[in-house]
């Protein structure tokens, strides 16, 4: 199985500065198709989750550009260039590489 | 507008089998294009992948829930079902269907809202 692992699993952070959340994989991501199956989530408090990212760096539609995802192999970054009020929820990383796991999600917070 | 909707009882007796069904509307469940899967959420956790099936009826499951895990879909009636066997409290969880789309790199794209289901006497 491949596990995910996020970091930091907590992240207070000031309106209109930058964050970032790590994720790095037990093993590499990248499919014997050449893609790598790896996204990121944002779960609004009584939300479902939202799709935002899909193969390390493609925005889903309607996902604002301050969003921007990078990466390869096991190691990924969301960065989110300037947070917004609308942005405290948790995010999580996935991989679809291989069957398909999470990691365990990263809250943002406001300080 | 695609939809996704759970629906099944919230309350199942340890012991017992949880069975639930998502029913899509505004599209096929029928498309080369897509896979249909179950996620859970515990109360105040992260989310687990349970399982996903493709219109064809083949399925994947999560190695930690395989041997209890079925999944199935009804495209005459666009809906895919769950059933998961043996059920104790630590199945008690938000349940999410969600359609995952081959064009985003198979990422869960459209969400339902979800279900709780307790696991209780």
């Known amino acids: 199985d491949i596990v995910m692992t996020q970091t930091p699993l907590s992240s207070p952070v000031t309106l209109g500065q930058p964050a970032s959340i790590s994720c790095r994989s037990s093993q590499s991501l990248v499919h014997s198709d050449g893609n790598t199956y790896l996204s990121w989530l944002q779960q609004r408090p009584g939300q479902p989750p939202r799709l935002l990212i899909y193969?390390?760096?493609n925005r889903f539609s309607g996902v604002p550009d301050r969003f921007s995802g990078s990466g390869a192999g096991t190691d990924f970054t969301l960065k989110i260039s300037r947070v917004e009020a609308e942005d405290v929820g948790v995010y999580y990383c996935m991989q679809a590489t291989q069957l398909t796991t999470f990691g365990q999600g990263t809250k943002v917070e406001i300080k | 507008q695609l939809q996704l909707q759970e629906s099944g009882p919230g309350l199942v007796k340890p012991s017992e089998t949880l069975s639930l069904t998502c029913t899509v509307s505004g599209g096929s469940i029928s498309s080369s294009s897509y896979y249909w899967g179950w996620i859970r959420q515990p109360p105040g956790k992260g989310l687990e992948w349970i399982g996903s099936i493709y219109y064809s009826g083949s399925t994947y499951y999560n190695p930690s829930l395989k041997s209890r895990v079925t999944i199935s879909v009804d495209t005459s009636k666009n809906q895919f079902s769950l059933k998961l066997s043996s059920v104790t409290a630590a199945d008690t969880a938000v349940y999410y269907c969600a359609r995952h789309d081959v064009l985003v790199g198979v990422s869960p794209d459209y969400w339902g809202q979800g279900t709780l289901v307790t696991v209780s006497s």
């Open positions: 193969k390390i760096s």
